[in-house]
């Protein structure tokens, strides 16, 4: 009511100087009382006029966009322009910070590695990221307030939205039929959808592997425990002679020790994924690694091979002898195995201009057609498998040298010619190699092919 005061104190001046006005004028008493009366009336219209004038310059603010401050004027009009500038100054705030948490939230959704599709009551889009406009081949602008049925046909992913609930993620290919997709749809508000999608195609592909991987090894241990129990039926069921019984109790050593050998270079691998990078300054001398390689290597030619191995040489490479021991024995044995008698094999050692190292693992075997170099370090991968099972292989050789030279930071090179010969290279990065005199190379036989990563 404060503003009423000044007003009701105007109206009675005006009407005291308007009475005081007929008084002096020597009028009577009806004179006096006409000059307040004049004088009220005129004082009124005065407040009435300048009240008009301060209310149509606060109607025109507000009509505006109000930006400026409201009419700064005192009194009545003046109390109402502050009041109102204050609350809409609050109510741009308020909504400012909505906008920004909106933002942030939209920012947030948008950094999400899942796809994220809101659909109306008719599911219609009203709002895509860009993982689900990839996912579904969407135009987040374009498509908005498009039925997203017309836009997504496959018949997994319509078929769910037709569904009330939906608990089981749908399954589906992406849109270049290339991945796979988990998609899940839930129901929020009113009648809204949400629709969440998910790239799973590397998940898929690991249980691939991982079922292939088992599906293998129990066909590599199958074989064997199956030639194993024919024999120990035989036996049980049998009288044998002696040398039939010495031939058998052979044969099934055999069986026995594939099996063996099958389950350590498993165990290999599954050391070599499961322990960290070989050390750095651990200094293996070559001479020896080669020196062991021979031995074995000559254990099983038994004499049918050419031989031809670095002589003293005085390199280092550094990371775990053991590895290192199971990468080169097992090339320079498979040269042995891959090369008829009287094939020759060379091993050489050579430090490249860059400071890396190489040791080279040349034979004049059967050599390996083009098409298979690139998968020779798959596990279980075989060129002819009843060769490699006949010379005691099982098709994880080359997976564990890639995995060891990989470990140790290099690379393994493959090149190769059928009917001429290979030449496997296990390639070590400088930091590796402490070089010691070079060893003359090997000739090249054709272009170099990278193994399979
Ligand atoms: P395996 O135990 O069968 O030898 P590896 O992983 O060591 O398994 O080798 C994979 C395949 O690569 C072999 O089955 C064989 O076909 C081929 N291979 C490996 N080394 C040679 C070589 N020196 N000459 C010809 N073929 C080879």
Redesign the pocket.
């Given at each position: 009511m404060t503003w009423l005061f000044p007003r009701f104190l105007a109206s009675v001046l005006a009407m005291a100087a308007g009475g005081l006005l007929g008084y002096w004028t020597g009028g009577p008493i009806r004179a006096s009382l006409l000059g307040a009366l004049i004088g009220g009336a005129i004082g009124v219209g005065i407040i009435a006029l300048l009240d008009t004038v301060r209310g149509y310059r606060l109607i025109h603010w507000l009509a505006g966009s109000q930006e400026g401050a409201a009419p700064r004027d005192t009194g009545f009009w003046g109390e109402i322009g502050y009041r109102v500038e204050r609350s809409i100054r609050n109510r741009e705030r308020g909504a400012e910070q909505e906008r920004l948490r909106l933002e942030q939230f939209i920012s947030a959704m948008e950094a999400s590695p899942n796809g994220i599709l809101l659909l109306d009551e008719r599911d219609q889009i009203t709002w895509c990221n860009s993982v689900a406009a990839d996912h579904f081949g969407l135009d987040p602008k374009r498509d908005r307030q498009q039925p997203v049925t017309n836009l997504v046909r496959s018949p997994g992913f319509v078929a769910a939205l037709q569904l009330e609930r939906t608990q089981e993620p749908v399954v589906m290919p992406d849109l270049h039929g290339r991945g796979t997709l988990s998609i899940v749809i839930r129901t929020y508000g009113e009648g809204l959808r949400l629709v969440i999608s998910h790239d799973i195609t590397q998940r898929e592909r690991a249980d691939a592997m991982r079922r292939d991987f088992v599906a293998n090894v129990s066909h590599e241990i199958r074989t064997p425990l199956t030639v194993l129990a024919g024999f120990i039926e035989t036996m049980g069921n049998l009288p044998l002679t002696e040398p039939e019984r010495r031939r058998v109790l052979t044969l099934m050593g055999q069986q026995t020790q594939r099996m063996q050998t099958l389950v350590a270079d498993l165990l290999t691998l599954a050391q070599l994924e499961g322990s960290p990078r070989p050390a750095s300054d651990r200094w293996v001398p070559l001479a020896k690694l080669f020196a062991q390689a021979q031995a074995d290597a000559a254990g099983l030619s038994m004499g049918r091979h050419q031989f031809k191995f670095p002589e003293q040489c005085p390199a280092q490479v550094a990371g775990n002898e053991a590895e290192f021991l199971s990468a080169i024995t097992?090339v320079v044995n498979?040269?042995v195995?891959?090369t008829p008698e009287g094939g020759a094999i060379t091993v050489s050692w050579r430090v490249r201009e860059d400071g890396s190292g190489e040791v080279a693992v040349a034979?004049t075997?059967?050599?390996?057609d083009r098409e298979h170099i690139p998968r020779?370090t798959e596990r279980f991968?075989?060129?002819?498998g009843s060769r490699?099972r006949d010379t005691g292989?099982?098709?994880?050789?080359?997976?564990i040298v890639k995995h060891v030279v990989q470990r140790h930071g290099g690379e393994l090179e493959v090149r190769s010619e059928v009917g001429k010969g290979?030449r496997f290279i296990l390639i070590l990065p400088p930091a590796r190699v402490r070089a010691g005199r070079s060893d003359p190379g090997t000739p090249q036989i054709n272009a170099p092919e990278r193994s399979a990563a």
């Open positions: 097992n498979n040269a195995r891959y034979d075997g059967i050599g390996i020779l991968y075989r060129v002819d490699s292989g099982t098709g994880l050789g080359l997976s290979s």
